[in-house]
């Protein structure tokens, strides 16, 4: 079984960043594709950013240029560097795990991962 522990994440001010980290346990957990998501009160959760343990990675245009998706040598944390900041990144980001095989169109829903940490709330104020 996975299991996911995001950290990171706080307040800031609009154009400030935040590094939010996702420590990833269990059984080849090296294998499987990391994605992040955020969610804010009365809003669907939205995709940001996913990376293939190869190194591959796609984000969303909302954060494209501002957020990176990456990882560490031992592929079992992986990182969403935010930076410039806008009120609107403001929410509850999650990271989830999918397993192989599986396709980018698959890594950019939430339905395409199977297990979810309980997340980090991050909120950026103008």
């Known amino acids: 079984e996975v299991h996911l522990v995001e950290s990171g994440g706080g307040s800031v001010q609009a154009g400030g960043s935040l590094r939010l980290s996702c420590r990833a346990s269990g059984p080849y957990i090296q294998r499987y594709y990391v994605g992040w998501f955020r969610q804010s009160p009365g809003k669907e959760r939205e995709w940001v950013a996913s990376i293939a343990g190869g190194g591959a990675s796609e984000v969303a245009d909302s954060v494209q240029g501002r957020f990176t998706i990456s990882q560490d040598d031992t592929k079992t944390t992986r990182y969403l560097e935010m930076t410039q900041l806008i009120p609107e990144d403001t929410g509850m980001y999650y990271c989830?795990?999918?397993?192989?095989?599986?396709?980018?169109?698959?890594?950019?829903?939430?339905?395409?991962?199977?297990?979810w940490g309980q997340g980090t709330q991050v909120t950026v104020s103008s």
């Open positions: 989830a795990a999918a397993r192989q095989p599986t396709s980018w169109p698959n890594l950019m829903r939430a339905e395409g991962f199977s297990a």
